[in-house]
């Protein structure tokens, strides 16, 4: 059995999405060599999905920097956090066209407000603190009238899986 190029690509795609996830669970961070090997890997994913084009490559990139440019002002009002809003730009640009940006950043909200919810329930609160712990870091602070602190990647993550991998899913 051989994988096309396309299949390895986006093998590449979700480990990468896979370490965010991870890394923003475990530090609240996203390192910034991540949105960066998405940014990589996308010109792979362009050439081999679909027929490339030049229109096809900017929609795409122009879809990912109007994601980028409002996460900027999310970023700037102390919304979301930075790495939340590189992460989010180079997913657009996996999504490749305005229907697709526009799944991305509906889902993300969606998934993004159910996550929020589990993260306030107390059962949950214990799951994800002990999870927390056996990786070494402290559970997320869930305190009453302050701001929650909550790895809003893994949002960011599960949409952009559904929107890139849903079309080649069958």
Known sequence: MTLNPEA??????????????????????????????????????????AAPSLSGALIAVGCATAVFLGGFVLF??????????????????????????????????????ALALLFLMPYCQQILGMARLMLGQPPLDVGHGRKMMMPYGLAIIGAALIVTLSPHLG
């Open 8 to 49: 390895i690509v986006l093998m590449a795609f979700t480990a990468v999405i896979a370490a965010a996830a991870f890394e923003d669970f475990r530090r609240l961070v996203i390192p910034n060599q991540l949105p960066i090997a998405l940014c990589a890997l996308w010109p792979f994913h362009f050439y081999f999905a």
């Open 76 to 113: 700037a009002l102390k919304q979301l956090g930075g790495g939340d809003v590189k992460l989010l730009g180079a997913a657009a640009l996996w999504a490749g066209d305005p229907t697709g940006a526009y799944q991305l950043v509906m889902l993300t909200g969606i998934i993004g407000g």
